[in-house]
């Protein structure tokens, strides 16, 4: 799959005007296809639902919602279309929507022009489900008038809400996690085309695993411009599903050293790289070696025994020793490595700053820098812009890591999550992984993929030791297409948490437990999660319910 890019609204009106301008598709035919898809949508996600009602704006939005009211009667279904405001505001497709759902009625067909009105059709709150079709991309805050009058009716309802295009009142173009102004609530989205910044950043839905979904509607690959520089990081997914060469050896795929561990009087972090360099094998590297301080080794090498190790000198702390620096270890360390992930379970005592500056300074093979060697460089940063010419260098801080990256402050980072990154990838040329409820992959040319995969389960020790080596093993095997290969990682670490989640709880689930899932979010079939299968959806979040 090419990557899919997040368009604006400005860039998605542009991109539905060219499609019937240059490629003469009637806006008509796009509005019939979106409907088609949203109708389509509800019957699969809600089989349940058989009274729906659909509360419809005057725009085009409102549009897609009549001609959605009018598939759905047909299908079978106990339908009741609510317009919000007097037929005669429709123009141009939206006027032909209330046209045809009106001339034979399709269903019970109701105009609500107040609040007043609204109240009088309450038994509609009853239904199965309720589709939003009030207000779309084309929305500026704040809402008002009869949309925010239905946002209260809507309130005493409890049955699921499908958005079309974008729950009512969410600006398209927003990148916060949550919406300033009053928004519907929503349990599923489907929107056209493109994703728009809403869809990738925002919490639209009401729990993290519910889907929100991009249809297809005809319009060419080649109108999907746009200048936000931002992507959908699971569209890398196929990269990660590419077949091997059946005479594919082990020597094929790489090789990643893992440097980290400690383990003495002042604490044991031994399962941190132990954790990193079986993400690496389970991510498809050939072969993982672990360097680890002696004392760490007996821990790290029972995690599992296709997993090779090195015994590094130790300090009597029980960390990492500033004498495994000598040219003759780093030269037998480092040969033969493809990839070097570094930091987990370190410590950050001066020898180990020390041996973590030396050792990223005396090889250029591609590197993923985690945990404490982040905190180490941070105290370095004219180090950090050296080590990163001329090398494929990969940051994973989380927030607070970010911040003594910058010299700033979490909120700050937390603020603008977006500059943030992208600010520090251009200037140092390397690729930043900012960690959190959507993070973002920040590449050295500007553009940033965002992730939509992952839950709050995920919120405990070990999450970032596992990624550090999803994102290295993948690294080895594609390191001709480097940037991909970090989206890929991002994403199925999030997906395969998202699998273990789903047999067990957030409260319980452990880092380690995704690793009986990976297998399974490899194999989450392209078609199924990128939009070139039978369902013709791309699962920005919740895929998996397109398994189901």
Not at 526 to 545: E, F, I, M, P, T
């Amino acid at each position: 799959m090419k990557a899919m890019h997040v368009l604006s609204a400005a860039e998605m009106q542009t991109c539905d005007r060219a499609t019937t301008e240059r490629f003469g598709i009637p806006s008509l035919d796009l509005m019939r296809a979106a409907s088609s898809a949203v109708a389509a949508f509800a019957r699969r996600q809600f089989p349940q639902a058989h009274r729906v009602t659909v509360l419809c704006g005057t725009g085009n939005n409102g549009g897609d919602g009549m001609m959605t009211a009018w598939l759905l009667c047909e299908a079978g279904l106990d339908v009741t279309t609510i317009l919000l405001g007097a037929p005669d505001k429709l123009r141009g497709d939206a006027a032909v929507a209330w046209s045809e759902l009106t001339s034979p009625m399709r269903g019970a067909v109701h105009v609500a022009t107040s609040a007043e009105e609204l109240k009088k059709h309450d038994d509609a709150l009853a239904a199965d489900l309720i589709v939003d079709a009030v207000l779309g991309t084309g929305f500026k805050p704040p809402m008002k008038g009869m949309a925010l009058a239905a946002l209260a009716w809507l309130r005493k309802s409890t049955a699921p809400i499908l958005a079309v295009d974008l729950p009512s009142g969410w600006p398209a173009d927003e990148t916060a996690a949550t919406a300033s102004g009053a928004v519907f609530p929503a349990d599923a989205v489907v929107t056209f085309t493109a994703p728009k910044p809403a869809h990738v950043f925002g919490a639209l839905t009401r729990r993290w695993d519910q889907p929100v979904a991009v249809a297809p509607i005809g319009s060419p690959d080649a109108l999907m411009v746009s200048s936000l520089g931002i992507d959908w990081a699971g569209s890398s997914l196929a990269l990660a599903q590419a077949p091997r060469a059946a005479a594919a050896n082990k020597g094929s795929f790489g090789h990643v050293l893992v440097v980290g561990g400690s383990f003495g009087w002042v604490g044991g972090k031994a399962g941190a790289p132990a954790m990193a360099a079986l993400a690496a094998l389970r991510a498809g590297a050939g072969l993982v070696t672990a360097a680890v301080p002696g004392p760490a080794l007996p821990v790290v090498s029972s995690f599992a025994p296709e997993l090779m190790t090195w015994p590094l000198a130790a300090t009597e702390a029980g960390q990492v020793s500033a004498k495994n620096l000598n040219a003759t270890e780093i030269a037998a360390l480092t040969a033969g490595k493809t990839v070097l992930a570094i930091g987990p379970g370190m410590g950050q005592s001066a020898e180990a700053a020390k041996f973590t500056a030396g050792l990223l300074a005396a090889t250029k093979i591609p590197a993923v820098i985690d945990a404490d060697a982040l905190n180490i460089l941070a105290a370095k940063p004219v180090l950090l812009a050296k080590l990163a010419k001329g090398r494929t260098l990969v940051l994973t801080p989380h927030p607070g890591e970010m911040a003594r990256l910058t010299g700033s402050s979490i909120a700050a980072i937390e603020a603008n999550r977006l500059t943030a990154a992208r600010t520090f990838a251009q200037r140092l040329g390397v690729t930043l992984v900012l960690k959190g409820a959507r993070t973002l992959i920040a590449h050295p040319d500007g553009r940033v993929a965002v992730n939509t995969s992952g839950n709050p389960g995920m919120a405990k020790g070990g999450s970032g030791d596992v990624l550090t080596g999803l994102i290295a093993g993948l690294l080895a095997q594609y390191p001709e297409d480097a940037a991909r290969a970090v989206e890929a990682a991002v994403y199925l670490h999030g997906l395969a948490a998202d699998q273990a989640v789903r047999e067990a709880d957030e409260h319980t689930v452990l880092a380690t437990d995704s690793f009986a899932f990976l297998a399974r979010a490899f194999g989450t079939h392209v078609s199924r999660v990128a939009g070139v299968g039978r369902n013709g959806y791309v699962w920005l979040q919740g895929a998996l319910h397109a398994a189901d």
